[in-house]
């Protein structure tokens, strides 16, 4: 139990257009879901936290424009990084939550490689 | 790192032998986790040590926490080559569910 997909896996995009990256609690209902961002040989960065039904707090620093987060559903967050340009390529991973068995669990997606040609 | 430092940065050690990775956190916590992360892909989650225990177990995994350092340390006995990965801990800051924040890693390589 307790499993969390990320889709796309990869994606290469062309500097200028946006990329949706999905992130799904399969098992579960996540009340909470996080989004970091992971630079190469890093540590992941938090970079907003998302609460169904309600706008998402972003860590200071992370531009909100730029990064639209929309948790839609307890089962679905999604992440749109808007006119990306070659800077955003990234690691992306998102984590659910399950506030109901207590706020420490966490459970982390396999993560998106973007890259921004 | 947004919520502290690990040390040290990277280890290698041989097949065997122990090793000890160290977590130091910046704020109040109600509890900490370490993670692997193999390159290049998603996070395991190894142990969960809360704020008012001192020490866990987990197979060939020890952790300790010492809130009054703000630190934590990861000991693996007995390395194997599979061992090799990188070691985030993470923590919880106390009372605000809503944040979740790494440490800056330790890369550990186990040679056969």
């Known amino acids: 139990g307790a499993v969390v997909s990320q889709h796309p896996s990869r994606v290469i995009c062309k500097s200028g257009t946006s990329v949706k990256i999905e992130c799904r609690s399969l098992d579960f209902q996540a009340t909470t879901m996080f989004w970091y961002r992971q630079f190469p040989k890093k540590s992941l960065m938090l970079m907003a936290t998302s609460n169904e039904g309600s706008k998402a707090t972003y860590e200071q620093g992370v531009e909100k424009d730029k990064f639209l987060i929309n948790h839609a559903s307890l089962t679905l967050s999604t992440l749109t990084v808007t006119s990306a340009h070659p800077e955003d390529s990234s690691f992306y991973i998102c984590?659910?939550?399950?506030?109901?068995?207590?706020?420490?669990?966490?459970?982390f997606g396999p993560g998106t490689r973007l890259t921004v040609l | 790192s947004q919520q502290g430092e690990e040390d040290p940065q990277a280890l290698s050690i041989q097949e065997g032998e122990n090793a000890t990775m160290n977590c130091s956190y910046k704020?109040?916590?109600?509890?900490l986790q370490w993670y692997r992360q193999n390159s290049g892909r998603g996070l395991v989650h190894l142990i969960l040590i809360r704020s008012n225990e001192r020490e866990k177990h987990s197979g060939r995994l020890r952790v300790t926490l010492d809130t009054s350092k703000k630190s934590s340390s990861l000991l693996i006995t007995a390395s194997r080559a599979a061992d090799t990965a990188s070691y985030f801990c993470a923590t919880h800051p106390a009372y605000n569910f809503n944040k979740f924040y790494f440490g800056s890693g330790t890369k550990l390589n186990v040679k056969p």
């Open positions: 704020t109040s916590i109600n509890n």
């Open positions: 984590s659910a939550s399950t506030s109901g068995r207590g706020y420490n669990e966490q459970f």
